[in-house]
């Protein structure tokens, strides 16, 4: 179960830098 959770860690930081760095590139 420790490796579940690493990933949905690793899921949500990937998710919040792709949400960031998406719109810096369009702009």
């Not at 930081?13 to 960031?20: H, K, P, S």
């Amino acid at each position: 179960m420790l490796w579940i959770k690493a990933l949905h860690i690793i899921f949500m930081v990937t998710w919040f830098a792709g949400l960031f760095y998406l719109p810096r590139l369009f702009v």
